[in-house]
């Protein structure tokens, strides 16, 4: 981790340099967090990596460990389908209001957003990967001009970020969404509602698929060398 240089928004600087390292494996499901070497690596004090901790507590990234402390939590397949459930139906609303109040600012901003989305899948940056697809879910959100969207999914965005990156960093070439990104953009520039709304769910739908499948996966891949080392 890269020290930090102090800001008024410290502590959701520490949350997402935390939140990164989860994402990126450096910290895996299971292992558990020491405040101070975290406050001693990014060159801050203990109090805004407390604060930190407690909103990803909050967020389901970490979870209470045996004793005390915290642990980075292990991601349940049946909670990330029932996150995108959640995702989809919002999202979708978001995405109807956007054609509908925002397609202009749509048309002029949004293609950015594509292009940085393809250069990251070019560069094979699972970091770039997450950050690109949140700036595109959240400038949909913005477009609602619905300010409660973005907090009600505020919690399950960051999930996602720890989720793709569990995901992302073991899949030999990561999945190329913009295709679907960039048919959302062009439904609600078009000011069509309904589309824009059908193809986020349906994004989003499919995003689920994709995520729970690998998750079980993986976890049948571990019982299955547990079985082995055990006979």
């Known amino acids: 981790m890269k020290a930090i240089v102090a800001q008024p928004n410290l502590v959701e600087q520490v949350r997402d340099a935390i ?4 994402a990126s494996g450096a910290i895996a499901p299971g292992d558990r967090i020491i405040q101070e070497q975290i406050a001693q690596a990014l060159g801050v004090s203990r109090q805004p990596v407390q604060q930190a901790l407690a909103l990803l507590r909050n967020q389901g990234v970490l979870l209470d460990a045996p004793g005390r402390g915290l642990l ?5 397949p049946a909670h990330v389908q029932h996150m995108y459930d959640i995702r989809a139906a919002i999202e979708g609303l978001a995405a109807r209001r956007a054609a509908e109040l925002g397609a202009e600012r749509a048309a002029k901003a949004g293609p950015a957003l594509i292009e940085a989305g ?3 899948v070019a ?3 699972v970091a770039k990967l997450i950050a690109a697809d949140m700036k595109f879910h959240e400038f949909i959100y913005a477009l609602s001009a619905n300010p409660l969207i ?3 999914l505020e919690a399950h965005l960051t999930y996602t970020q720890r989720l793709m990156g569990e995901v992302l960093i073991r899949d030999e070439k990561p999945r190329d969404i ?3 990104h960039e048919a959302i953009l062009k439904a ?5 509602a309904e589309r824009a709304e059908t193809l986020v769910r349906s994004h989003l739908t499919q995003a ?3 995520m729970v499948k690998r998750l079980r996966g993986k976890s049948a891949e571990a019982a299955g060398s547990a079985r082995s080392l055990s006979g």
């Open 19 to 22: 939140l990164e390292e989860v």
């Open 72 to 76: 980075v939590a292990p991601l349940d």
């Open 118 to 120: 393809r250069k990251a």
């Open 123 to 125: 560069a094979g940056s």
């Open 150 to 152: 973005a907090t009600a």
């Open 178 to 180: 913009w295709d679907q």
């Open 188 to 192: 609600i520039v078009s000011a069509d």
């Open 208 to 210: 689920a698929g994709f």
